[in-house]
């Protein structure tokens, strides 16, 4: 179960997360990354960010490509929020495939 602090530290990142994609993406037409969610541990040292990308056949390669560019990410993400953490968590990016997961069960229910 998240703390009430943790819960607050998951919403400002994914807000500023997802700005950051919002920024990187209008340059790249037909690519929509979102942040789904973000989990942080308790000790505050590790933030999960669960992405949704479409279209989904590049899925794969666009979460390798942000895994390698994590570090200016995670840099440019700690510059905006440098007065409410003092502490940047680490990032580690997962895919959300929930979305393609209801898709599937509506196809066989079908």
């Known amino acids: 179960m998240e703390t009430t602090r943790q819960s607050k530290i998951g919403r400002l990142l994914q807000k500023e997360i997802s700005e950051a994609f919002r920024n990187e993406t209008s340059k790249m037409h037909g690519v929509l990354i979102s942040v789904s969610a973000v ?52 990032l580690a990016f997962y895919i959300d495939d929930s979305l393609d997961y209801i898709e599937k069960i509506d196809q066989l229910l079908k």
């Open 39 to 90: 989990r942080v541990t308790p000790d505050l040292s590790l933030a999960k960010v669960y992405l949704s990308i479409f279209p989904s056949e590049k899925s794969a390669e666009l979460l390798k490509n942000i895994e390698n560019n994590s570090k200016s990410l995670r840099h440019e993400v700690a510059q905006k929020v440098r007065f409410q953490l003092r502490k940047m968590p680490e």
